[in-house]
């Protein structure tokens, strides 16, 4: 890894999956990216990758001097993920837990990463082998967590919490991702999963920074047209930048 130079390392963690989890990872690494950072993202939600997608970023990877070459999206962002090894996209990674580990360790120290000044992790959800490896294998400095306000998610989010602290990786933010929706025929908000208590939860697992992620009604369809790096929301541009000014 002589040949990389990566200031910070952050995971992106849910714990649940269908948090949006995969779109806050992208949506960060844009607003980095925006705001002059050499940004990556390590998919390492190896069996379930959809980084690349959202980026539109298909075929297979390559070599360069030794090492694989990450994609670079169109905003700058690079990009690790195992749907870049595959001939097909739809094509299921059927291994192991050791096989796994072994494919994350290689996506960081194996991957021509160059000059970033932050590398965004985007965990897989739950608690087992493959988290554990990632935290204990990689420079991880912190975790943002994104969550929803529905209480089972609550739940679910201060077991993945409660891990990482367990290994001494500080929650560095809280995300409540689907916090409410701006009616477009008369702005009015809308709750649709309940108000929550996402900023009590924040002070309960101990972060300062907290961010109230809005319903964008056509962040689905960008996001499926490989088009992330349009969507702007400046809640996630504010969390960037707190991110940014705590590491």
């Known amino acids: 890894m002589s040949d990389n130079n990566i200031k910070h390392v952050i995971g992106i963690v849910s714990g649940k999956g269908g948090v949006g989890k995969s779109m806050t990872c992208s949506l960060l690494a844009c607003a980095m990216q925006r705001a002059g950072l050499k940004t990556g993202i390590l998919d390492a939600d190896i069996t379930g990758p959809s980084i690349p997608k959202m ?43 050791p096989l ?90 809308i709750y649709p999963y309940g108000k929550g208590r996402g900023e009590e939860l924040a002070g309960e697992l101990g972060t300062k920074i907290y961010a109230q992620i809005p319903w964008v009604l056509d962040a689905a369809q960008k996001c499926d047209a490989g088009e992330v790096s349009s969507i702007v929301i400046p809640e996630i541009d504010a969390l960037a930048s707190a991110l940014v000014s705590s590491i």
Request: with cysteine.
């Open 55 to 97: 980026f539109g970023i298909h075929g297979r990877t390559h070599m360069e001097d030794g090492k694989m070459a990450p994609a670079a999206a169109g905003c700058g962002v690079k990009l690790m993920s195992a749907n870049l090894l595959l001939d097909r996209e739809d094509e299921p990674v059927i291994w192991r837990g």
């Open 100 to 189: 796994l580990n072994t494919m994350i360790k290689r996506f960081f120290e194996g991957v021509g990463w160059g000059e970033l000044d932050v590398l965004l992790i985007d965990m897989p959800p739950g608690t087992s082998d493959v988290p554990l490896t990632i935290y204990q294998s990689l420079p991880i400095e912190g975790i943002v967590m994104v969550s929803t306000p529905q209480s089972l998610v609550e739940m679910i989010v201060k077991k993945a919490s409660s891990m990482a602290g367990a290994l001494n990786i500080p929650l560095l933010a809280l995300v409540q991702n689907f916090s409410y929706l701006s009616c477009p025929g008369c702005s009015e908000v």
